[in-house]
């Protein structure tokens, strides 16, 4: 039985987008806000509210239009990632996640900063990595640090997918993105990282992802 999403017109009585910023890139910024559906008590959410001089986000450009299909894409593929969905506020589009706060901060780390940190990784925690970049291949996507982030749970450091603008926008070269992985994944042995590939690629059905992985290929046998 399909599972029923997370946020649907008919049932939002109101949202509201507060002052307090959480965050931003160059696709827009996230403040903090409040959802209510009807019948339910208000509780707090993230909202990312994009740029207007963004073009791709114009109605007819795409990806405004592409934005509910990808997340939903993502769900299919069972990639993790916050309770998020698409929505019209106030008359501008607007993302709408699942609010990962602790104390006023986001409990979520982006990877970018991660690597600065230089955690040794342990062997469970780059098979959770690795299995969230197969999934996000397979729902017809290459995996990017602008989308991907860390939380620290009793497990150890969990893979989420906490940004879909990337993969909202027109497609492009994206593939050197999963030669950073593996090169921070197994920073020290370049034969564990062709068998990890082999492994990812075995994996990956979808077939734009496919292609995508043949160039991938071609960059590390160089």
Known sequence: ???KPWLAAKNV??????????????????YSGKLKFRGKKAFAV????????????????GGVER?????????????????MAFMQHEGKPVVVSE?????GRSKIMEIRD?????PVLNEKEVERIKDTMVRVFNAGHVPTFDCMSLV??????VPLVHDVDLFAQPPFAQTMFTVKFLSWL?????????????????????PASQEALKMVKKMIET
């Open 1 to 3: 039985m399909p599972e």
């Open 13 to 30: 009585e109101w949202l509201k987008v507060g002052e307090r910023k959480l965050g931003g890139d160059s696709c827009g910024d996230v």
């Open 46 to 61: 993230a909202v990312k509210r994009f740029h207007d001089n963004l073009r791709w986000m114009a109605p007819g450009a």
């Open 67 to 83: 934005y509910p299909r990808v997340i939903e894409n993502l769900r299919k593929a069972g990639v993790p990632m916050p309770k």
């Open 99 to 103: 609010l990962f706060a602790k104390g």
């Open 114 to 118: 991660v690597m600065d940190q230089k």
């Open 152 to 157: 620290r749970t009793k497990k150890g450091l």
């Open 186 to 206: 197994y920073p020290e042995n370049p034969a564990n990282r062709v068998k990890a590939f082999e492994d990812i690629k075995r994996r990956v059905t979808h």
